[in-house]
């Protein structure tokens, strides 16, 4: 079955970087464009990146657009997104999603705080 | 960007009756040369990732019991729990897929009466 699984969260300093990864398994990784979505604590489910399947086409949130980058290695089955110069606004859980209807990964707790 | 609209924000239901949760999207969502609604529901518990229940506007996901049916087309959509359960509490959210960014509605709390 399609499984997504997240890592790289925790507790950073507002300006700091943050790395977080997805592992996909259960389907053709390489065929799939993939997808970033965050919740925010007490808020809704905010989209944050798209990368194609073959990773020539990227498109961001005005709010992280310059600061985040999502890439992935196809190799690896494995999609990706750097975080840098978070502000505590990006405290959030961030999941992966497989497009164009999941499913989603279990997500992984970012804090941004001093 | 689309935006998307439910209705209402938060819904107290008895337990067995009927449940509906309404989102309008700003524009169309019907791609016209494949006749399909680029359009989701999911169902979020706490703890839980959102989990998808029906696409393509209609089309209920492997698993998903037959209570939940979705309806509409274009800009106008209807979720609707047939006979509620005590564990379909949860946040429904809807969502357009149609083009980038998806877009989601704000969400609606449904609770036992």
């Known amino acids: 079955q399609v499984q997504l699984v997240e890592s790289g969260g925790g507790v950073v300093q507002p300006g700091r970087s943050l790395r977080l990864s997805c592992a996909a398994s259960?389907?053709?990784?390489?065929?799939?464009?993939m997808h970033w979505v965050r919740q925010a604590p007490g808020e809704g489910l905010e989209w944050v990146a798209v990368?194609?399947?073959?990773?020539?086409?990227?498109y961001y949130a005005d709010s992280v657009k310059g600061r985040f980058t999502i890439s992935r290695d196809n190799s690896q089955n494995t999609l990706y997104l750097q975080m840098n110069s978070l502000r505590t606004e990006d405290t959030a859980v961030y999941y992966c999603?497989?497009?164009?209807?999941?499913?989603w990964g279990q997500g992984t707790q970012v804090t941004v705080s001093s | 960007d689309i935006v998307m609209t439910q209705s209402p924000d938060s819904l107290a239901v008895s337990l067995g009756a009927r449940a509906t949760i309404n989102c309008k999207s700003s524009?169309?969502?019907?791609?016209?040369?494949?006749?399909?609604?680029?359009f989701a529901w999911y169902q979020h518990k706490p703890g839980q990732p959102p989990k998808v229940l029906i696409s393509?506007?209609?089309t209920r996901e492997s698993g998903v019991p037959d209570r939940f049916s979705g309806s509409g087309s274009g800009t106008d959509f209807t979720l609707t729990i047939s006979g509620l359960q005590a564990e379909d509490v949860a946040v429904y959210y809807c969502?357009?897929?149609?083009?980038?960014?998806?877009?989601f509605g704000q969400g609606t709390k449904v609770e036992i009466k």
């Open positions: 999603a497989k497009d164009p209807t999941g499913p």
């Open positions: 259960g389907f053709t990784f390489r065929s799939y464009s």
């Open positions: 990368i194609s399947y073959d990773g020539s086409n990227k």
């Open positions: 524009q169309s969502v019907l791609y016209s040369s494949n006749n399909k609604n680029y």
């Open positions: 393509w506007a209609s």
């Open positions: 969502q357009q897929y149609y083009s980038t960014p998806w877009t």
